[in-house]
């Protein structure tokens, strides 16, 4: 599938390696973020990261549902560190996790933080599963550009080796990097997936060196997850 042909909004970058643009279309077309707004928490997380032995209690009041598996793994109160939070919400993208940070940190200074990374037309404006919130118009948003800063930013941090052991466990590997046939690639990557949303943004390395990609898609999810298959397939060209 073309780019031209897609029904919907869409927005794809590529550098290898980093800094060295090698393709960028449709970067400030803002979509619904999906799951892939957890990439900033995650690296406002570890860029404080003295809290990150500090332990939460997670109680069945606190599940919702979708994606993560503390929904199955709770039935009582139990405690987890603010680390193996963070790996919950990358590995398997625990919305639980997820909403357990969220109320951590403050919707309005991880706000802050999405401005202060240069992500100016991200909005976290709900929990992970907050039917009430988006019934009310409040959800979350994000452009190619603005993950291309926040990328960018976790690429320059003195903990990104801390952060690549964890997004390399990353479950799912069903979009992107499902087209590139080449064992030469390794991925750390965050997926993001709603009714007509799929999404995927990271890193790559290959021949020693770092890239990174971001595909967003707003449209259908078949025809998403087929851009985003092409787009994967471009990087063999590299």
Do not use: W
């Amino acid at each position: 599938m073309f780019m031209s042909e897609f029904p919907g909004k869409y927005g794809f970058h590529l550098e290898y390696p980093v800094g060295v643009v090698r393709f960028s279309e449709g970067i400030d077309e803002v979509v619904r973020s999906a799951s892939v707004i957890k990439l900033p928490i995650f690296l406002y997380g570890f860029h404080f990261m003295k809290d990150m032995d500090d332990q939460i209690e997670v109680s069945p009041e606190d599940l919702v549902d979708g994606a993560g598996v503390l929904q199955t793994l709770i039935t009582e109160p139990r405690v987890f560190s603010i680390h193996d939070l963070h790996a919950l919400m990358m590995v398997v993208s625990d919305n639980t996790a997820t909403n357990l940070l969220i109320r951590r940190y403050g919707m309005r200074r991880l706000n802050k933080y999405l401005q202060h990374l240069g992500m100016t037309k991200s909005i976290l404006g709900r929990e992970m599963r907050d039917q009430i919130a988006i019934a009310e118009g409040r959800d979350n948003f994000v452009c190619a550009r603005d993950m291309v800063a926040c990328l960018r930013a976790m690429a320059s941090s003195p903990v990104f080796n801390d952060m690549l052991h964890i997004l390399e466990k990353q479950q799912f590997q069903h979009k992107i990097p499902a087209t590139v046939n080449n064992e030469q690639f390794v991925f750390f990557n965050k997926t993001g997936e709603l009714d007509d949303v799929e999404h995927d943004v990271g890193f790559f390395v290959y021949k020693g060196q770092l890239g990174l990609f971001v595909g967003l898609t707003e449209g259908t999810n078949s025809s998403g997850r087929a851009l985003l298959h092409e787009f994967g397939k471009s990087l063999l060209e590299l």
